[in-house]
């Protein structure tokens, strides 16, 4: 789930995209500030991060943050050399930004600061 900043003392609450084929990761990555996020069920480093990642989603609301199942786009996956997870690549308009790619666990303050070194 998402928790957007309205104003202040306003929130609204959305849930975090999620990818449904190969041509919507092709559009939104060729179209906008996204962050996709690499994940599977069966994971749990992945379940480990679900808690804090809505706040994580809105204190960097300039990026629409996209959530990939591993599992179903494992030939996305590799082409994008995403072989550990739960990891993060960013892009903006088609040029990828930056990328947090490993097998290990992470923290909401490793992700922040990942997603910080972007801009």
Avoid at 5 to 28: A, H, N, P, T, W
């Amino acid at each position: 789930m998402t928790i957007r900043l309205i104003s202040q003392g306003e929130v609204e609450k959305v849930e975090m995209k999620l990818l449904e084929s190969v041509e919507q990761f092709e559009q939104m990555r060729d179209n906008g500030k996204h962050i996709f996020l690499f994940s599977a069920g069966w994971c749990p480093d992945c379940r480990f991060i679900e808690p804090f990642m809505p706040e994580v989603e809105a204190k960097f609301n300039q990026y629409t943050f996209v959530h990939i199942d591993r599992d179903d786009f494992i030939d996305l996956c590799a082409q994008l050399d995403v072989f550990g997870i739960p990891s993060f690549v960013a892009f903006e308009d088609g040029k990828e930004l930056g990328r947090f790619v490993s097998k290990d666990r992470k923290t909401q303050e490793e992700i922040e600061k990942f997603i910080e070194g972007l801009n």
